[in-house]
């Protein structure tokens, strides 16, 4: 990513001062700024003698990221992409993929997440490639060689890569999230957006699992928080009846199904 002194010939609003700021803050890059978290830093700003032009800096610097993006798409756009190039991909269970419209979307982020046993691994192991990664940076590592692998081969519907699994999200995340403060909210949010990306621009199906905690009262719930659960295009969730092989996934979020409905099926241990 550029450093924030390269940008300051063409926008005199990221000078010195705006780079002195930013540097108070350990940020240097466009890559540092896009990791920070951007509530914390407008705050920080709004302390400072000149707050109204270091508020002004920050808006200019969005701006400059964001043309470096595809522009956004029209609803009829997304629908057209949607018709000619996501289609859906079998879960090899007749059950799931009946409860799911014929089972799971390329293009979307799908999370699967359950407690330990419930059979999120067995369910994704099968017929896989794998990568071994121990934090969220070899990830990103992973998926930037991915990324970079899937340019080379050319144009939507060129790639033969169908499906990529992050299996478990939540353990390659959630330290990062304890103690780090909005750093570590922003690489969660990183990894997401990154991972969403990667599904829309090739027409992949991506999975990942994620792990249960104890809420109030003890009751299960999702790890990741709140933050998180915005991210996936859809939320599964995993469970198995205790004393057999009986597993039941049910909708905790889907853009076109309704919520709550349930499908049971038998996992092979």
Same mark, same amino acid.
Request: contains cysteine.
């Given at each position: 990513m550029a450093p924030l002194k390269s940008l300051e010939a063409r926008y005199p609003l990221l000078d010195s001062n705006f780079q002195s700021f930013c540097a108070s803050n350990g940020i240097f890059t466009v890559e540092d700024f896009l990791l920070h978290d951007l509530s914390v830093l407008t705050a920080f700003a709004e302390q400072q003698p000149n707050s109204d032009r270091l508020k002004e800096g920050i808006t200019q610097l969005l701006s400059i990221i964001d043309r470096q993006h595809q522009p956004w798409l029209n609803g009829l756009q997304l629908l057209e992409d949607a018709r000619q190039n996501k289609h859906v991909l079998s879960t090899g269970f007749e059950e799931i993929d009946k409860l799911l419209g014929g089972g799971v979307r390329e293009g979307q982020l799908t999370e699967l997440v359950g407690p330990s046993s419930s059979g999120k691994?067995? %369910?994704?192991?099968?017929?896989?490639?794998?990568?071994?990664?121990? @934090?969220?940076? *070899?990830?990103?590592?992973?998926?930037?060689?991915?990324?970079? &692998? !899937?340019?080379?081969?050319?144009? %939507?519907?060129?790639?033969?890569?169908?499906?990529?699994?992050? @299996? &478990?999200?939540? *353990?390659?995340?959630?330290?990062? !999230?304890?103690? *780090?403060?909005?750093?570590?909210?922003?690489?969660?949010?990183?990894?997401?957006? !990154?991972?969403? %990306?990667?599904?829309?621009?090739?027409?992949?199906?991506?999975?990942?699992?994620?792990?249960?905690?104890?809420?109030?009262?003890?009751?299960?719930? #999702?790890?990741?928080?709140?933050?998180?659960? *915005?991210?996936?295009?859809? =939320?599964?969730?995993?469970? =198995? @009846? #205790?004393?057999?092989?009986?597993?039941?996934? /049910?909708?905790?979020?889907?853009? &076109? !199904?309704? /919520?709550?409905?349930?499908?049971r099926f038998v996992i092979d241990d």
């Amino acid at each position: 990513m550029a450093p924030l002194k390269s940008l300051e010939a063409r926008y005199p609003l990221l000078d010195s001062n705006f780079q002195s700021f930013c540097a108070s803050n350990g940020i240097f890059t466009v890559e540092d700024f896009l990791l920070h978290d951007l509530s914390v830093l407008t705050a920080f700003a709004e302390q400072q003698p000149n707050s109204d032009r270091l508020k002004e800096g920050i808006t200019q610097l969005l701006s400059i990221i964001d043309r470096q993006h595809q522009p956004w798409l029209n609803g009829l756009q997304l629908l057209e992409d949607a018709r000619q190039n996501k289609h859906v991909l079998s879960t090899g269970f007749e059950e799931i993929d009946k409860l799911l419209g014929g089972g799971v979307r390329e293009g979307q982020l799908t999370e699967l997440v359950g407690p330990s046993s419930s059979g999120k691994t067995q %369910k994704v192991m099968s017929n896989i490639l794998c990568y071994s990664t121990f @934090d969220i940076f *070899s990830m990103f590592d992973v998926l930037q060689q991915l990324e970079n &692998s !899937l340019k080379s081969q050319g144009p %939507k519907g060129d790639c033969k890569v169908q499906m990529l699994i992050v @299996d &478990s999200i939540s *353990s390659l995340i959630t330290h990062v !999230l304890g103690g *780090s403060g909005p750093q570590g909210h922003a690489l969660m949010t990183a990894a997401g957006f !990154l991972l969403k %990306k990667l599904a829309h621009e090739h027409n992949i199906a991506v999975l990942v699992t994620n792990h249960m905690v104890a809420g109030e009262g003890g009751t299960l719930k #999702p790890a990741l928080g709140e933050s998180w659960k *915005s991210i996936p295009h859809v =939320r599964l969730l995993l469970s =198995r @009846d #205790p004393g057999n092989k009986i597993s039941n996934i /049910s909708i905790l979020k889907h853009p &076109s !199904l309704a /919520s709550g409905e349930v499908a049971r099926f038998v996992i092979d241990d």
